[in-house]
């Protein structure tokens, strides 16, 4: 009897398209819809007297060739996401799928994770999506209390989207983009001043703090006491506690510094979701960077403090070496070089190659650290292990300061093994990332044309620009 039932035909109606087969081809593969059809099943048709489904009957094609040969093969004229689509509807688990299709398959997968990450990245995308979906702020819930107040707060709230989009979009507007190059302007020339803060020509007499007693002010000290404190500390310690900036050097400084406090907070007040303002880094850079300025601002006004309190003197050179992260600022161009925000991207999703490089670079340094330290031990060369892990560093870089390097046979057979592994070691990691980079660059590109067919659609530009004659 179950024979009888197993080799029963049945009859499969896709969008009016008949296929044949057996109850026992439909029980190849457990646990599929096909597999439990029954004639008391939702999609089975009386009149018919045929299971009805409303499909591609030319996908169902490859769907019940699956169930004869038990493997499942993607046909190369059809897209893979939408044939994964059809496996999903029908139940069949993904492991039926043939080797010879999982590179079609999953590299097409891959490609569209790497859009969505850009995508999600894309604020002017969203905002184009919304606008022709007419969603309205509110609705997307990046304003949810919106719906609660009365109507002169939700003009509040407006004037602190359109502020915040002046200031965060270049896009948005030519007032916006002018904004954004004024602002990397004022990032270069905050640079500048950084890099020459401490020439010798820039530097003039102390006139910032009062000269009290015991207060030296290197540009008037006769020359032997200037000597003195050159070689006592350096010439640069010298200019930077005994000496004060050009006042015109000093009055730009002090612009950069309000400009970028000023900016800072009014994108602070206006940003419509706080919580991932302070979870952005480049937001948390910009706060860090104005802390460190305004530090170093003060100190100017007490140098006399700097020189009594050793650790005050660190301490405003630890901030003075950590405002050159204000460079970083400069990566606001992403926003309008996109080449420079898929690179950034790439390295945040070259995170675990990254980590990996750094994981395997350090038990290298260590290994070969010990290594030369036990071939040189005869030798002065290497006073102890942090010494020769600093060697090990270096070699595995190929930089080679030669302040370290071995004089034995042996120490020589292992730096030729370390700076061959340092090569090969940095080497493969770099090839993933780059390869992360090609395929967002990739990606990335069919999306931007894609968003400029939209944008010729919307500007009824793209049917003058096919010639229908051809088609």
């Known amino acids: 009897m179950a024979k009888q039932i197993c080799s029963e035909d049945v009859s499969i109606s896709v969008s009016s398209v008949r296929f044949n087969t057996t109850k026992l081809t439909l029980k190849s593969i457990d646990g599929t819809l096909l597999s439990s059809l029954d004639r008391s099943s939702k999609h089975f048709d009386k009149k018919q007297n045929a299971y009805s489904f409303d499909r591609d009957p030319e996908l169902f094609r490859y769907i019940l060739n699956a169930y004869r040969i038990r493997e499942v093969h993607i046909p190369r004229n059809v897209c893979p996401m939408l044939f994964k689509r059809e496996l999903q509807f029908w139940k069949i688990p993904s492991k039926m799928i043939a080797p010879c299709c999982w590179k079609y398959l999953y590299e097409s997968e891959s490609n569209m994770d790497d859009l969505r990450v ?46 915040w989009m002046f200031l965060e979009e270049p896009a948005s507007s030519t007032a916006a983009k002018v904004w954004y190059y004024f602002y990397i ?118 140098k006399d403090v700097l020189r009594e309190n050793v650790k005050v003197a660190h301490f405003m050179v630890a901030c003075r070496a950590f405002n050159v992260l204000r460079l970083l600022l400069i990566f606001r161009l992403r926003k309008i070089y996109n080449s420079l925000h898929i690179m950034l991207l790439a390295l945040r999703h070259s995170l675990k190659e990254l ?67 340092g090569i090969i070691v940095l080497s493969l990691p770099i090839a993933a990332i780059a390869g992360t980079f090609g395929n967002l660059f990739a990606r990335n590109s069919d999306f931007q044309k894609h968003k400029q067919t939209i944008k010729d659609q ?8 096919v010639d229908v004659s051809n088609i």
Not at 356 to 362: D, E, N
Not at 385 to 400: F, K, L, R, Y
Not at 458 to 465: A, L, P, S, V
């Open 118 to 163: 850009i995508i999600n990245e894309d604020k002017d995308y969203k905002m184009q999506m919304k606008a022709n979906n007419q969603i309205s702020p509110e609705q997307n819930g990046q304003f949810p209390k919106m719906a609660h107040k009365e109507k002169p707060l939700i003009s509040k709230e407006r004037n602190a989207t359109k502020i």
């Open 458 to 465: 919307e500007n009824d530009t793209f049917f003058e620009q």
């Open 185 to 302: 302007f004022v990032v270069m020339v905050s640079v500048i001043l950084y890099i020459i803060w401490l020439a010798p020509s820039l530097r003039v007499s102390r006139y910032l703090s009062p000269l009290i007693e015991r207060s030296i002010d290197a540009l008037t000290v006769n020359k032997t006491v200037y000597h003195t404190l050159i070689t006592m500390y350096n010439e640069r310690i010298v200019m930077a506690g005994g000496t004060d900036p050009h006042p015109a050097m000093f009055a730009v400084d002090v612009f950069c510094l309000i400009f970028f406090i000023s900016e800072t907070l009014v994108s602070m007040c206006v940003c419509p979701d706080k919580k991932k303002y302070f979870s952005d880094g480049y937001n948390l850079l910009k706060i860090f960077v104005c802390i460190g300025m305004s530090i170093t601002f003060g100190l100017e006004f007490n």
């Open 355 to 421: 980590l990996l490089l750094l994981f395997t670079f350090i038990v290298l340094v260590i290994i070969y650290g010990c290594l030369i330290f036990s071939a040189e031990i005869e030798s002065d060369m290497f006073p102890n292990t942090q010494m020769s892990m600093w060697w090990a560093v270096i070699t595995m870089t190929t930089i080679g300061y030669g302040d370290y390097y071995p004089v034995s046979s042996l120490g020589y057979v292992v730096g030729v093994v370390c700076a061959i592994n």
